[in-house]
């Protein structure tokens, strides 16, 4: 049984930075399959936030995120991480891990096991 569960959610100020880890279990070969970052605002539909590909070749932000967040991954220890930085009020949101379902992705189709989320909230 795949397993993937997020951790590092937090309240902060807005500029602060919080990094979010995502470790996957249940799941050999971790290498092969691509990990994103999604969000889901009160109220919004889920929202692509960053994408790394399965060996690290490629990364994919949102344009809201851009020069704002590092997607990272240690296929060693089945581990994606999202470094982000400078937050804003307006990324307060529940945010969610997933394992793709082939080594590369950016869409919600793309993904097959997603964590609970964790919820990071940035007060201003």
């Known amino acids: 049984q795949v397993q993937v569960v997020e951790s590092g959610g937090g309240l902060v100020q807005a500029g602060d930075s919080l990094r979010l880890s995502c470790v996957v279990s249940g799941r050999s070969a971790f290498y092969n399959y691509a990990m994103g970052w999604f969000r889901e605002a009160p109220g919004k539909e889920r929202e692509f936030v960053a994408a790394i590909h399965a060996r690290s070749i490629m990364t994919k932000y949102a344009g809201s995120f851009e020069g704002r967040a590092t997607i990272s991954r240690e296929n060693a220890k089945n581990t994606a991480y999202l470094q982000m930085n400078n937050l804003k009020p307006e990324d307060t949101a529940v945010y969610y891990c997933?394992?793709?379902?082939?080594?590369?992705?950016?869409?919600?189709?793309?993904?097959?096991?997603w964590g609970q989320g964790t919820q990071v909230t940035v007060s201003s």
């Open positions: 997933a394992l793709g379902r082939t080594n590369w992705g950016f869409r919600r189709y793309e993904y097959e096991y």
